[in-house]
């Protein structure tokens, strides 16, 4: 779907539906409703004094105009009380007033954004239009049946009056840029792994890098051994399909500047290895790249906003696969970092391919570094299908991503590393071993991550729960979620305003 802005007033704009997002404990219209239902000589007061729309969160209710304005329909969406309001209702409530319209078989629509509350105009436009494009997402390609049938909206007008065109315009090119990130994600993760594997993932980072200012370079198997990478190896060897490790590199910002670099597992398949995965929902671990594709989008979000910072992605990616060649519970690998570490569990993959990624983050001397992984099933135990977990040493960072975890409505929360944790993970013959054990593994595999990472500021983000759903969600419809990318997107554009 498009959007555009175009100056105007709502209620003379001809158009399939007008929207309308309404409080509930609103006691009379106000604003475009206002002009809107006068115009419409009182359609919507009609409305809700027969008690048919009350304006609770997501609620919607569509109303024929019969020609009482340009507009064929008003289609009406709750945000529930004012009060309550925040950013997620907004988004919440635009997300299923498209989906309804898109059920409708309406291809245009028109809305104006005259909200108020406590946050600037600018962060309310994005929201309005996130919400609407994020709810809007469909993953079809591989569907050859039916398409005739496929709906889509192809047109959102926002019309403003004209003193703040330049505010929603900038707002709305931001959340565009955004959501694309965030489709780019979502196409990636629901690709099946037969067509999503590490080389296809290298290739897609290489069309990021036609950008300005955006470099790519991927280091194959022979390029890896030489280097020592044989943790990331070690995973790739029951694996018929050629690792990569990607490196994209987005310079915004002047030459001298410390980047961030955003690191991202890549598994573009997780069978478990020689400790094979049960059968049942084996098929969701395709999405066990969620990560890399998260951290490449947001690189080449961070491009298209032009934030004026350098940003590094590296995304370790392959598969994890038994074989005759496949690594064993028992082997011990020697990091790229000099440490060795025993499998107990090849299944424990994704920290194995971390450790490489994160200790060869030291080549930046970076200002920051956050990784994001579907590392743990124990987070999904530990905070549920919602929620990311955090963890890390550096308590500037944290705060800084959980800020940004607030401005975007992705749930964090955070767990301890405390010292004693460690452990867990020490092994018998080798340096560490790659699991703990099963109480607190979310905790454990971050405490892992931690002996690769160099003296630089850290954080280690754990998308194992949200990064998937199983259901339809607010603006997240079932499937892949591109979690995370708004999120590193908000962090990266907070350092720029400082
Ligand atoms: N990719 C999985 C974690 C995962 C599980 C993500 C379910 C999303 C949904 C990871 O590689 C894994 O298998 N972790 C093991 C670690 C264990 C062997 C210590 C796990 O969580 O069971
Ligand atoms: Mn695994
Ligand atoms: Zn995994």
């Not at 008690?51 to 507009?71: C, E, M, N, R, W």
């Not at 951290?295 to 990616?317: C, E, H």
């Not at 598969?319 to 060795?340: F, H, R, V, W």
């Not at 595999?445 to 998937?468: N, Q, R, T």
Request: glycine share 8%; net charge positive; charged share 25%.
């Amino acid at each position: 779907m498009k959007i555009f802005v175009q100056k105007g007033i709502l209620a003379d704009i001809k158009t399939q539906a007008i929207i309308l997002a309404l409080f509930q404990d609103q006691k009379e219209l106000t604003g475009t409703s206002l002009l809107v239902d006068q115009a419409s000589k009182g359609l919507i007061t009609e409305l809700i004094n027969n008690g048919d729309f009350t304006a609770k969160p997501s609620q919607t209710a569509v109303i024929y105009t019969l020609g009482a304005i340009p507009a064929q329909r008003i289609a009406l969406v709750g945000l529930g009380k004012k009060s309550e309001i925040n950013l997620e209702k907004v988004r919440a409530a635009f997300s299923k007033v498209m989906q309804h319209l898109r059920s409708l078989n309406i291809k245009e629509a028109a809305t104006s954004v005259d909200l108020d509350f406590l946050q600037e105009k600018a962060k309310i436009v994005e929201a309005v239009a996130e919400g609407s494009l994020l709810g809007l997402y469909q993953y079809n390609p591989y569907k050859t049946v039916g398409r005739e049938d496929f709906r889509e909206v192809e047109q959102l007008n926002i019309i403003t009056e004209g003193n703040q065109y330049a505010i929603i315009a900038a707002a709305v090119k931001n959340a565009q840029i955004i959501t694309a990130g965030v489709y780019f994600a979502r196409d990636l993760i629901s690709a099946p792994s037969n067509e999503m594997t590490p080389s296809i993932m290298a290739q897609k980072a290489r069309r990021i890098a036609r950008r300005k200012n955006v470099t790519c370079k991927v280091l194959d198997r022979a390029k890896m051994k030489k280097m020592g990478m044989r943790s990331l190896l070690g995973v790739a060897s029951g694996s018929n399909e050629e690792p990569k490790f990607i490196i994209l590199e987005y310079s915004g910002g002047s030459k001298n500047k410390a980047p961030v670099v955003l690191v991202g597992k890549g598994l573009t398949f997780d069978s478990g290895g020689i400790s094979i995965k049960p059968a049942e929902k084996m098929e969701e671990m395709k999405s066990d790249m969620s990560g890399g594709a998260a951290v490449m989008a947001t690189v080449m979000v961070a491009a298209d906003l032009r934030l004026p910072l350098n940003v590094i992605g590296l995304i370790p990616a392959t598969e994890n696969m038994p074989g005759g060649n496949a690594y064993k519970p028992g082997d011990i690998l020697k990091s790229y970092s000099g440490k060795t570490i025993e499998v107990i569990n090849t299944d424990a993959e994704g920290r194995l391919i971390l450790a490489d990624a994160l200790s060869y983050a030291s080549v930046y001397k970076p200002a920051a570094i956050i990784d994001v992984a579907t590392l743990t099933g124990a987070c999904i135990i530990a905070l549920g299908d919602d929620v990311i977990g955090m963890m890390g040493y550096d308590e500037k960072l944290k705060t800084e991503i959980n800020r940004a975890a607030c401005e975007t409505g992705e749930l964090v929360w955070e767990l301890p590393l405390w010292e004693h944790y460690s452990e867990l993970i020490k092994s018998d013959i080798a340096d560490y071993k790659n699991t703990g054990g099963r109480a607190a593994g979310t905790i454990t595999a971050a405490v892992f991550l931690s002996k690769f990472v160099g003296k630089y500021p850290w954080v280690h983000l754990d998308i194992a729960g949200p990064a998937w759903s199983g259901k339809d969600k607010a603006y997240i419809p079932k499937g892949a979620a591109g979690i995370s990318v708004r999120l590193l997107t908000e962090y990266l554009r907070n350092l720029t305003v400082k």
